[in-house]
Each structure stands twice: as structure tokens, then as C-alpha cells.
């Protein structure tokens, strides 16, 4: 069975203050009533997660990511985070590859498969984005698009390291803009990944790779969403900010 992950990526938004009590509501809530099988990724703003580690249950469902890493573990490169300074504020996880970060940090294929090396190498799991922008939609070459972006990023890693990799398939057409893919776009490009990954690490990697979908994922959608087969949790912008939208999401499974 593979593990069923939502992961909430809070992108630059909330203060302390607001990035604890948010925090501890979805912990609450989490308790409360998600589904037990869910792992519950929260990705705050770096600045933030030491200070909400402490807020979720030791070695319980909740576990924290960065937003991003530098591929380089120290150094002279002013504001940015490196994996072992994540590592050592408590996450778990790294989200790498994330459209925003390709458009506005014109991050590349290549950096970002020295960044994945540079995380798994710091014992960081990576969730890796993936997508395509509206025009590659449009003329109808998004598969191959999207499982480039893999190919160059990740093929060149072993098949142990590649058991440390969640991939998410977030459509940059619906990232932040209501238009959600349906959930057969969804679960064509997920069955698309998934049988690119067999094809270099076998069958049974493939199987046991969490695929998510992101992209205006919210409570009323993301129900039909998880029922897909190769779809096996989401990656959340807005609705992570909101506890009872996010945990609403998380029980839809
Ligand atoms: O980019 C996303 C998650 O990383 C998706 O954002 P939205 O859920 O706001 O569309």
C-alpha cells in the first residue's frame, strides 16, 4: 500500500503568531478526526518551524517540511536555507521544484537534481513538484513535459534514494486560480508519471511512490480528487491556511 499524504504548503504567508495558532488547530483537529492512515505534511515558512515543531505531537501524524533548500550545505549565499538547517529545526521533508520557485528563482532541472541530492544527503524526503503551464495544456504535450522534468531531476539518483521521494503533479494553469484539473486529468497524468517511473526503477518502485495533486485542491473537489487510483494525496496552497478547510481535506480520503 502506498502512503496517503496531504501536505499543506503555506507559501509566504503568516506571522508567528498566526503560523502557531494555526498550527495547533490543525494538530487539534488532526486528533480529532483524521483518518489515521494520512500522513499530514505542514510546510511553514522557514523562519516559523521551530516554533511550531513543538506544537505537534512527538512521533504522531504531523510532520514538517521546508518550502525549499539551497543545494549547497553552508556557504556565502546570503538568505538562503540549506537542508541541514532544516533538518535541525525538526522537518522532515523538503518541497522542492515548485513552479513559483522555477518562475520567480528561475530554478532549473538541473539545479534542482543538486538540491535533491543535496536533501536526500541530509536525510530530508523530498516531495517533488512537477506541471506544466497552461500553453504545453493546450498543445496537448504535457506528458512529456512533465516526465522530463523527472527525467532530468531525479533519473540520475539509485533506486534506495528514490524510495525517499513523494512526487507532486501540480498543473500551473491550476495553481492559485480556482480552475482545478479534473480528476481524469488528474489521474491520466498520475498513471503518465507513475508508468515513467517503472520504466527506471521497476514496477514495484513505482507502485510504492506516493503521486499528489495540487492546484486548487479544496474541501468540495478534493474528495473526488483522492478516489483516482494513482492519486494518493494532495499538495495544498490557500486551503492549507484555513484549519477547517485543511482538515476537511485531510478526511476525504
Ligand atoms: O501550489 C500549490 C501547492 O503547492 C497549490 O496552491 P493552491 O492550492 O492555492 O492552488
Redesign the pocket.
Given at each position: 500500500m502506498r502512503q496517503k499524504i496531504v501536505?499543506g504548503?503555506w507559501?509566504m504567508n503568516k506571522t508567528l503568531v498566526e503560523a502557531q495558532s494555526l498550527t495547533s488547530e490543525i494538530a487539534n483537529m488532526v486528533e480529532d478526526e483524521a483518518p489515521s492512515d494520512v500522513k499530514v505534511v505542514i510546510?511553514p515558512p522557514a523562519p516559523f518551524i521551530y516554533a511550531v515543531e513543538n506544537l505537534i505531537p512527538e512521533m504522531g501524524q504531523i510532520v514538517l517540511a521546508g518550502q525549499n533548500c539551497h543545494q549547497e550545505d553552508a556557504g556565502a549565499f546570503t538568505g538562503e536555507v540549506s537542508a541541514p538547517m532544516l533538518k535541525s529545526l525538526g522537518a522532515q521533508y523538503v518541497?522542492l521544484g515548485?513552479?513559483?520557485r522555477r518562475e520567480h528563482f528561475s530554478e532549473t532541472d538541473e539545479e534542482l537534481a543538486k538540491k535533491t541530492d543535496n536533501a536526500l544527503k541530509n536525510d530530508l524526503k523530498v516531495i517533488f513538484?512537477c506541471g506544466e503551464p497552461l500553453e504545453i495544456r493546450e498543445a496537448d504535450t504535457q506528458n512529456e513535459y512533465v516526465t522530463k522534468q523527472l527525467t532530468n531531476s531525479l533519473f540520475h539518483l539509485t533506486p534506495e534514494q528514490f524510495k525517499n521521494i513523494v512526487i507532486?503533479y501540480?498543473p500551473i494553469w491550476?495553481?492559485?486560480?480556482?480552475k482545478?484539473a479534473s480528476s481524469q486529468q488528474a489521474q491520466d497524468m498520475h498513471k503518465t508519471i507513475r508508468e515513467h517511473i517503472a520504466a527506471k526503477f521497476g514496477q514495484d518502485a513505482a507502485n510504492k511512490t506516493s503521486i499528489l495533486y495540487?492546484?486548487?485542491?479544496?474541501p468540495d473537489n478534493a474528495k473526488e480528487l483522492f478516489s483516482q487510483p494513482d492519486v494518493d494525496g494532495?499538495?495544498?496552497?490557500?486551503?492549507?491556511l484555513k484549519s477547517r478547510d485543511f482538515t476537511d481535506i485531510i478526511k476525504s480520503f
Open positions: 501536505a504548503n507559501k510546510a518541497i515548485h513552479s513559483e513538484c507532486a501540480e491550476a495553481i492559485g486560480t480556482g482545478t495540487g492546484g486548487s485542491c479544496k494532495g499538495l495544498i496552497g490557500g486551503a492549507s
